[in-house]
């Protein structure tokens, strides 16, 4: 996320590091950046106001044990913290009513998906409803994306009045969550704001005893600065609880729609980070934070893990007893985490990243092993040792790949499998991967 802020972010550290942290060491970062922060649309009045609160800091006293460097990375990662919004959401998992409005274009109908999918993946049982009467195609892009993450879905195809659908929808549905998706316009203006206001009253009406109305606000990361007007302006008419950044993943401008919402007030809940059912992330600033200048995660990745990972299969991973289609489902779970790049970047590795030769090649051939391994027979899945030349030629033919390429599969079971039989799996836990083993319950 912000790929060409946190370069230059940490390539300003990095010099940093490599100088010693003097006075005119520390005077080159702040100028750097600077820089950085205003290339990515954050408001030039708080860069400045961040910076002279650094100067300051960086001439305080040091902790006892810390060296110049580390006090001044510390004293930096605390006050892009403080700019970005300082506190981490809290998210109730109680019944609720979600209203999500926005501009147009702003994302709001597949935030809607990943907002119901992160709900679900909570024990939560959400449905949609399609209120975007608007934009063409709305209604059918809403109803795909809930039959793929299988959810229930309402939306009436022709009604022009949103209130009465969602009257209809609300009638049908007792579900736990219920996420209705409204329609944008080019502009804020009194149409949208008096449908809008509309919604909000239907769906308050039906608001039962310890349930809760959530009006969260739909903002596109490439609106940089322009956020600040928005967030007032749905807040005044509203009374937004919360705001979702999307599209963070393809925009320089998106420390620009962050500081913005936090100097207004307005509560970043979550961020997209990808186009995926499963990019959705609280947003977290020290974790944010962490991952913009280069430091580890490894909390997001665990959480990942847990949701994306089978435990069982997981186990048997570890104890070199598994099958090709175990070694395979357990790729597709870490690739569901993200591609190889975010990960190693959540794992404060993304200098490391760079370096690996074709990793974008080495993720397309894994996209391909799926179809490898559905041209092969139960026998062939289950004992990939009877898998001769002949068979080879078979299975290349079925799933329209070459024969290397299901040799390189072959080949990378077998090597995974032996690799896992040669480690024993007490002494990993007693290593530094005990912390891991534990979240599969591995003891």
Request: net charge positive.
């Amino acid at each position: 996320m912000l790929k060409g802020l946190s370069a230059k972010l940490r390539e300003s550290l990095e010099k940093l590091a490599r100088s010693g942290a003097d006075k005119e060491a520390v005077e080159e970062l702040l100028r750097d950046m600077q820089r950085s922060l205003i290339s990515a649309d954050v408001d030039v009045r708080s860069v400045h106001e961040m910076t002279e609160a650094l100067r300051k800091r960086c001439q305080d006293d040091m902790l006892p044990g810390m060296t110049r460097k580390e006090h001044v990375i510390k004293a930096v990662y605390e006050e892009l913290t403080r700019i970005m919004g300082e506190k981490k959401p809290d998210v109730s998992l109680g019944r609720k009513k979600i209203l999500l409005v926005g501009l147009y274009a702003s994302g709001k109908t597949s935030t809607a998906a990943k907002l119901a999918r992160f709900y679900k993946k909570k024990g939560l049982r959400p449905a949609l409803v399609a209120c975007d009467t608007i934009r063409p195609a709305a209604y059918e892009q809403l109803q795909q994306l809930a039959e793929k993450i299988e959810v229930p879905f309402y939306g009436e195809k022709g009604e022009k009045e949103p209130a009465r659908i969602l009257s209809n929808a609300l009638k049908r549905f007792d579900e736990d969550v219920i996420i209705i998706d409204s329609a944008g316009r080019n502009a804020l203006e009194s149409e949208l704001i008096d449908e809008v206001k509309r919604l909000n009253e239907t769906a308050k009406k039906s608001v039962k005893e310890g349930e809760s109305l959530e009006k969260i606000l739909v903002l596109p990361a490439d609106i940089g600065q322009a956020a600040r007007e928005q967030a007032a302006s749905f807040h005044e008419a509203l009374g937004i609880t919360d705001v979702i950044v999307t599209k963070l993943d393809a925009t320089a401008k998106g420390g620009g729609a962050l500081t913005a919402c936090h100097q207004t007030g307005a509560k970043v809940k979550f961020i997209t980070v990808g186009e995926g059912v499963d990019d959705l992330e609280l947003y977290n600033p020290e974790k944010f934070v962490s991952r913009l200048i280069g430091f580890a995660d490894l909390e997001t990745l665990l959480e990942k893990a847990r949701s994306n990972i089978d435990e069982d299969k997981a186990k048997k991973i570890i104890k070199g007893d598994f099958d090709i289609e175990d070694f395979y489902s357990q790729i597709e779970g870490v690739r569901g985490m993200g591609s190889l790049s975010q990960l190693m970047d959540t794992m404060g590795l993304g200098k490391m990243a760079k370096k690996v030769p074709d990793m974008d090649v080495q993720e397309a051939k894994m996209k391909k092993w799926k179809y490898i391994i559905q041209s092969m027979t139960a026998e062939e899945r289950a004992n990939p040792d009877v898998v001769n030349s002949s068979r080879i030629r078979r299975i290349s033919r079925g799933s329209g790949c070459t024969e290397a390429e299901v040799r390189e599969l072959l080949s990378n079971y077998h090597k995974s499998k032996k690799m896992m039989k040669m480690i024993s799996p007490g002494k990993l836990k007693r290593g530094g991967m005990a912390g891991l083993f534990r979240q599969f319950g591995l003891k």
